[in-house]
Each structure stands twice: as structure tokens, then as C-alpha cells.
């Protein structure tokens, strides 16, 4: 089974209006990172957090983490056309030799109507 | 930069063919990785390498060979195509093998006949 799993599989929204997504893992973590993916297009890097933080915002994304639940949830504020993408988060855990390595939850279909 | 770059973007193969995925990257980054993606599985990690000569399997890496003779180019070899590994594979990079920010290349379509 997955480490990390996104909720809702998909939303849609107006917009201006907010979007939260939410993730939960199973293991325990050191950071927990969100990426966007455009469709057709690779993942970008959004938002790290780590396990010591409880909040984080960039622009218009707030980031909570809750490490005692193992879930995060991302807010986007006053959506966009532009946002419409796939999100995802991912979580890191100790792999082979050492490396650590994310593993991808199935992502959040988000589409903004206008 | 150009960042990470993947060729070709599209491909068809036939089954019990070989090719190579292409992959590089200008950032000097020691930590590539290869993940496949497909519809409601997320990504999933085929190959990694932690700098130039040291590569190992991740999750799914049978029916894939890769090498990392350069810091820049991590290319991935599908030996004897099949009709399961059609998918979309990513190629990433990062500044370590601590991962945090992975840099995402833009993704080659492989079809499997």
C-alpha cells in the first residue's frame, strides 16, 4: 500500500474560492514535500516541511503538518485558473545503503472552473 | 540551466525490443533517480544513483538496466520492451542522496505494442 495517500482523489472548485488536499502517511518521516504536475508536464516542487514543523506558507500555499495523525494538508488561497494541475505529496523513508528515497502518494486532481 | 532533460518525449516500441531513455542533467546534482507513473499509482522508483558509478534497484526495477558513467547523464535501458512497461517515466535530480527537492525532468511517453 501506498505511504502517502491524497484526499479527495480529485476536486473542483470556482475560482478565487480555497482548495485544501490532504495526505496521509503510514511511517514515520523527516520531511514531507508537496509537488504540482501540469498535465502532460513533469512535477515541480512546491513545499517542503519538515517533521519538526507544525506550518509553513509560501505565496499562496499554507502547509500543516500533524505528526502524531501522520496526515498534512495543503491550502491554496484565492485559486486560479493556473492551478489546475495534479497534487502530490511525498514523504521520504530510509531506503537501501543508507539513501533515503520519496515515495509519491496518487496525487489530487485539482481543476479550477472560471 | 537547462535542468533536467529527457529525450525522446514520445516512443513506440514493439515487444522484444531494446531502447534507451535519455536523461540529464546541468546542475551538478549527484542524486538521479528514474520513477514511472501510471493512472492511479503515483510514482513509483525504478533506478537510482547516489553519484557517477554507484547505482541500485528501487521498487520496480525489473526489466530496466541503468549506468552512471557521468555526473551529468543517468540513461535507463529497457533490455526486451514489454506491453506492462508502457508508462510515463520521469527522470529527477537532486543535490544529495539526502532527498529533499527533486528537480523533475519532463517526462518521456513510452507505448508498448
Known amino acids: 500500500s501506498q505511504q502517502g495517500e491524497e484526499d479527495p482523489q480529485a476536486l473542483s472548485i470556482q475560482e478565487g474560492e480555497n482548495a485544501t488536499m490532504n495526505c496521509s502517511y503510514k511511517?514515520?518521516?523527516?520531511?514531507l514535500q508537496w509537488y504540482r504536475q501540469n498535465s502532460g508536464r513533469g512535477l515541480v516542487h512546491l513545499i517542503l516541511?519538515?517533521?519538526?514543523?507544525r506550518e509553513k506558507h509560501s505565496g499562496r500555499l499554507r502547509v500543516t503538518l500533524d505528526t502524531s495523525k501522520k496526515s498534512s494538508s495543503l491550502l491554496i488561497t484565492a485559486s486560479r485558473a493556473a492551478d489546475t494541475a495534479s497534487y502530490f505529496c511525498?514523504?521520504?523513508?530510509?531506503?537501501?545503503?543508507?539513501?533515503?528515497?520519496?515515495?509519491f502518494g496518487q496525487g489530487t486532481r485539482l481543476t479550477i472552473n472560471p | 540551466n537547462a535542468g533536467v532533460t529527457q529525450t525522446p518525449k514520445f516512443q513506440v516500441l514493439k515487444t522484444g525490443q531494446s531502447m534507451t531513455l535519455q536523461c540529464a542533467q546541468d546542475?551538478?546534482?549527484?542524486?538521479m533517480s528514474w520513477y514511472r507513473q501510471d493512472p492511479g499509482m503515483g510514482l513509483r522508483l525504478i533506478h537510482y544513483s547516489v553519484g557517477a558509478g554507484i547505482t541500485d534497484q528501487g521498487e520496480v526495477p525489473n526489466g530496466y538496466n541503468v549506468s552512471r558513467s557521468t555526473t551529468e547523464d543517468f540513461p535507463l535501458r529497457l533490455l526486451s520492451a514489454a506491453p506492462s512497461q508502457t508508462s510515463v517515466y520521469f527522470c529527477a535530480s537532486s543535490r544529495s542522496r539526502d532527498s529533499e527537492t527533486q528537480y523533475f525532468g519532463p517526462g518521456t511517453r513510452l507505448l508498448v505494442l
Open positions: 516541511i519538515r517533521s519538526n514543523e
Open positions: 511525498a514523504t521520504d523513508v530510509s531506503f537501501t545503503q543508507g539513501a533515503q528515497k520519496l515515495v
Open positions: 511511517t514515520s518521516i523527516n520531511n
Open positions: 546542475m551538478n546534482h549527484e542524486y
